[in-house]
């Protein structure tokens, strides 16, 4: 494990009371959202309070299945990245943050393909997962001739990183695939829908996310289970077999509830063979790249070099 970034603290730290602060001076949610605060929510840029640009590098397709993805193509193609956006499930979209894969296509060399799987509660688990599956086994299968490139890499944020390794597993599991995907890049990710204890001890603090949202956020996609059931390595992959798994960058903010997600499932990913990269970003919060801080700038060049040289 490597803590990074702790130059950086003062600032980072300075950001997450201001956060906080703004947070606090509206009411606070107690309740699963209502179907206009979700609209709200799924409407405006993850992090901001204004509609996503819409670039038009930018081209919506269906893949087999009728999977809507979003796909970004640079000049030069080395290699294919899927990817799946966060949002707790519930929010967000692929056509969420144009602006940041169209630059990662271009200094990455990567297509970019990014998922928009259907979101909870009108479409609950497994309905997002199902979406995955299918884009997943549809680049493998066709990335060649799309894309003239057999390179493929996966990742995603928050949510979207539970997603790509989830995507990973069922590849091996259902269809016999592995070592398709070379490498994965997962940035704070919830593996353990059951809480772990970073999650269950995070408390009240009105960051981006705490205790209180991922637990309604559980409910909301996958309704009628139990702690227990949520432990189902389908559900939550920490409890998953993990071998054949590609070699992974996985990265968390020191102040993030899901920190223990991240280093369990290293230590776990690590020992079923694969290399891993850990990083723990001294004193962000869950969802930091979404923000103007030094941390975010850094973060988006550590992982275009990432996916930029692993699996060549």
């Known amino acids: 494990m490597t803590i990074t970034d702790e130059d950086c603290l003062a600032e980072t730290l300075a950001f997450n009371k201001q956060f906080e602060a703004t947070a606090a001076s509206r009411p606070a949610r107690e309740e699963t959202p209502d179907a206009t605060m979700l609209a709200a929510l799924r409407r405006n840029r993850l992090g901001g309070d ?5 670039l038009p590098q930018g081209q919506d397709r269906l893949v087999e299945g009728g999977v809507k993805v979003r796909v970004f193509v640079p000049e030069h193609v080395d290699g294919v990245y899927l990817h799946f956006h966060g949002g707790g499930w519930t929010f ?10 169209w630059r990662l296509a271009e200094q990455t ?5 990014s998922v928009d799987y259907r979101l909870a509660p009108e479409h609950p688990f497994p309905a997002g997962p199902d979406d995955c599956e299918v884009a997943a086994r549809w680049l493998v299968k066709h990335a060649a001739a799309e894309f003239g490139a057999e390179r493929l890499l996966i990742g995603g944020e928050s949510a979207g990183a539970h997603l790509s390794v989830v995507a990973l597993l ?10 398709a995907f070379r490498a994965a890049h997962l ?7 059951s809480m772990t204890p970073s999650q269950r001890s995070f408390g009240s603090k009105r960051l981006l996310s705490n205790t209180d949202t991922l637990r309604r956020t559980y409910e909301m996609v996958t309704p009628g289970m139990d702690a227990e059931q949520r432990r189902d390595p389908e559900v939550s992959p920490l409890f998953a077999d993990l071998a054949g798994m590609p070699p992974a960058r996985i990265v968390v903010g020191s102040e993030d509830p899901l920190r223990d997600d991240s280093l369990f499932l290293a230590q776990r990913w690590q020992a079923a063979g694969a290399p891993v990269q850990l990083g723990v970003v001294a004193g962000a919060m869950h969802g930091f790249t979404l923000f103007p801080l030094t941390i975010a700038e850094r973060e988006q060049h550590r992982e275009r070099d990432f996916l930029s040289t692993t699996g060549l």
């Open 50 to 54: 204004t509609p996503p640009v819409r």
């Open 92 to 101: 967000g979209s692929a056509d969420g943050q144009d602006e940041r894969l």
């Open 109 to 113: 060399r990567l297509a970019v393909v």
């Open 170 to 179: 069922r590849l091996r599991d259902r269809h016999g695939i592995t070592g």
């Open 187 to 193: 940035l704070f990710g919830p593996y353990d829908l």
